[in-house]
């Protein structure tokens, strides 16, 4: 359990030391990141939001009598089936047309931020041209088109309409063909197009954008902006919302919306009305016709006959009859009716066609009776007849249209308006401190995106463990980070800093603390080795092996034991230049046999401590090593010095390492933190391996404590301890 902790709790401490490593390139991010969300604040449009309400009730309204005349005023309107008239070409286009929405006419502004310096401009009079830029529409520029015709191969093609002096104008395409000239007021036609352009206030040679859109695309463009919602379940209230950058005109077009859904819903519940009342007034001539032919053949047979007066048996079988007559005729109109909307296999069809059948059987019965009656009574019995059911079926249609009349007159729809489009007064969508805010949150998941593929693609060592862990060796020191050194190396590099070496100016410095332990791992390290010499080496140049050879020197120096550094990188080496010594007369010079050890052993400044520096640079170095004169200075200076501290070339650049290795007693690999892959490494101790030169540890430089502390908490402290 403790272990599974301390792993948890490295793997956190990794995440910090992690962003801590990389929190200016967070931070510069997250900069960029918000300076981006202030420049969307600033260019990006306002959208305003108008909204309405309305009502569809589920039965259509009528007042006591008339309620029977319902079937013919439509049948109960369902809300789903609004909702998608609502939306419907029917409606929308209607509005377009109304409002003119197929046409655009707006400012040309610069690109990006001519548009927000517009919106900014508060002036009654156009603004200036800024910068000299007079094409653009810089605030306060307004155009009001009222007519466009184009042909159709121009619709929802971009125009340019220019404006000149005097209230002229101009139009042309993309590809500044002159298509239309006109003055404002006037209607302009030319080469098929036409244009009334009722206002324009702008400077002279401003651009407008101009369109004619296609009814199809002028409707798409509003239903993506409108949408309409059913407020609360099965509730029969509607609400209709559209944006839009102009809050003026999204009131007026979802006014608009509004009124037009009422009206066509008035008009689709009068319509069957209409059509039944049209029927009703090209009948009603005839059956008064057919109504005065029939009393005037019943009054001139009486009058022929004399007075005829029907017996009470007659009269009860007319009565009889013109019901039968009234009947059938009443159910014929209902199976006209039914007719109009199912086929005559219905049910409902059928009934109606049974009752007239027994209808039928009836007349038949009666018929049979009549039959039996005198000439002159089944004369009478016959013309009285025909005018009875005349004048029943006269009257009741006469009485039908004039409901009809009344009803239509009343019409009020299922649907009405509840609430006006409202625009609101503030901008819908985020508010700016909103955007900024999110700006800041993205700015720092791309930086932590950032981080991880750049960490992805470092496959460096960073750890000292690592090192232990995959190539079975110690590392004897981790050297700290050390900013002393930073300065120090820059004002060398300057001129400024000539002689002064880390380990004097700054002893206390976590660094040289490191080197004093590597000082006594490295005196148990060379009890069982036959030379009393240690060889300093890396895998490639940079990695800081000469700043550890010359501070390991002056540490070693301040234990009353004489050291002597020797620098055998005879292709750069520059140690002479931090003891402010001269490069002659050096490794080259006394294995050429030019100088002898007395000429080479150069003493510094720092007590017990000498130099050999590299001479001059000679052009066949690594014969110049494998010299026997070489191996016997390095035996000559092992019998004067207690510790010889060789500086060598890193060995996968040359051999240099591994020929002098052989006549070290004890050879150190110095790694960068976050320098070298895990296998650079291991080939450089294969390298020297080959050469039969036994690598006994590393040497880890420029650890970053910092990191460290964040990453094992407690456990950084080991590297940074001051006697402060």
Not at 502 to 521: G, M, V
Not at 567 to 591: A, C, Q, W
């Amino acid at each position: 359990m403790q272990l599974e902790e301390e792993e948890e709790g490295i793997s956190i401490g990794e995440i910090i030391a992690t962003v801590m490593e990389y929190r200016w390139l967070i931070a510069s991010i997250t900069l960029v990141a918000l300076v981006l969300g202030l420049a969307f604040v600033f260019v990006s449009k306002p959208i305003y939001r108008a909204d309405g309400l309305l009502q569809v009730e589920e039965k259509g309204s009528g007042v006591g009598s008339l309620k029977a005349l319902q079937p013919l005023l439509g049948d109960d309107t369902t809300v789903s089936a609004e909702l998608e008239i609502l939306s419907s070409r029917m409606v929308l286009g209607r509005v377009v047309e109304k409002l003119k929405l197929d046409i655009i006419a707006v400012p040309k502004t610069f690109p990006l931020i001519g548009g927000a310096i517009a919106r900014r401009h508060d002036g009654a009079e156009p603004a200036g041209a800024f910068l000299g830029l007079s094409r653009y529409a810089w605030g306060g520029e307004a155009i009001q088109v009222d007519s466009l015709e184009v042909p159709r191969a121009y619709q929802d093609q971009p125009l340019l309409l220019i404006a000149g002096e005097n209230g002229a104008f101009s139009i042309i395409d993309d590809d500044d063909q002159k298509l239309l000239e006109g003055i404002v007021g006037t209607r302009a036609t030319a080469n098929g197009f036409s244009a009334f352009v009722a206002q324009i206030k702008a400077r002279p040679g401003t651009r407008f954008r101009l369109m004619k859109r296609s009814m199809e695309s002028a409707i798409d463009g509003l239903r993506k902006q409108y949408s309409v919602k059913e407020r609360g379940k099965k509730s029969g209230i509607l609400e209709l919302s559209l944006l839009g950058d102009n809050s003026g005109q999204i009131g007026a077009v979802l006014d608009e919306i509004q009124n037009t859904y009422v009206r066509q819903n008035v008009e689709r519940r009068s319509a069957e009305a209409e059509k039944t009342l049209k029927f009703l007034d090209a009948q009603l001539p005839t059956l008064k016709s057919q109504l005065d032919t029939a009393e005037g053949a019943y009054n001139n047979y009486r009058q022929s006959r004399g007075s005829l007066d029907l017996s009470l048996e007659t009269q009860g079988v007319l009565k009889s009859v013109v019901e039968i007559e009234d009947a059938a005729l009443k159910l014929k109109q209902e199976r006209e009716e039914l007719r109009q909307r199912f086929t005559a296999e219905h049910p409902a069809i059928q009934a109606v066609d049974n009752k007239l059948a027994r209808l039928n059987d009836r007349r038949k019965q009666f018929e049979g009776e009549v039959s039996k009656l005198p000439d002159t009574q089944q004369t009478v019995l016959r013309l009285a007849r025909d005018v009875e059911v005349s004048t029943k079926l006269y009257t009741e249609l006469l009485n039908t249209a004039q409901q009809l009349k009344v009803s239509k007159a009343g019409t009020v729809g299922d649907v009405r308006i509840i609430d006006a489009a409202a625009v609101a007064r503030t901008p819908v969508g985020l508010k700016p401190l909103a955007i900024l805010a999110i700006s800041i949150v993205l700015g720092v998941l791309v930086s932590l995106v950032v981080i991880w593929v750049l960490r992805a693609m470092r496959v460096v060592v960073e750890d000292p463990e690592t090192i232990e862990a995959k190539l079975g060796l110690p590392v004897y020191a981790t050297v700290p980070h050390s900013k002393a050194e930073i300065a120090l190396n820059r004002r060398l590099k300057s001129g400024d800093g000539v002689g002064e070496l880390l380990a004097i100016s700054h002893p206390e410095d976590d660094a040289i603390e490191s080197l004093r332990s590597l000082r006594t791992t490295l005196h148990f390290a060379l009890l069982d080795a036959d030379r009393n010499s240690i060889l300093v080496t890396g895998p490639s140049p940079g990695l800081g092996k000469s700043f550890i050879s010359k501070n390991l020197g002056v540490v070693l120096a301040q234990t009353d034991k004489r050291i002597v550094i020797v620098d055998t990188d005879l292709r750069r080496g520059h140690i002479n230049k931090e003891f402010g010594l001269p490069r002659e007369i050096g490794v080259s010079e006394y294995v050429a046999g030019h100088a002898s050890l007395t000429d080479i052993v150069k003493p510094t400044s720092i007590p017990n401590l000498c130099v050999v520096t590299t001479g001059r640079i000679p052009p066949n170095p690594s014969e110049l090593l494998m010299h026997k004169r070489f191996e016997t200075m390095l035996s000559e200076l092992g019998r004067l010095f207690d510790t010889l501290i060789i500086d060598a070339p890193p060995i996968l650049a040359v051999s240099d390492a591994a020929i002098i290795g052989r006549h070290a007693g004890a050879t150190l690999i110095v790694a960068r933190a976050g320098k070298h892959p895990i296998r650079e490494l291991d080939q450089a101790v294969k390298r020297l391996n080959q050469s039969g030169v036994v690598v006994k540890g590393f040497v880890f430089n420029d650890l970053d404590t910092d990191r460290q502390r964040y990453r094992y908490g407690y456990k950084g402290y080991v590297y940074n301890y001051s006697y402060k």
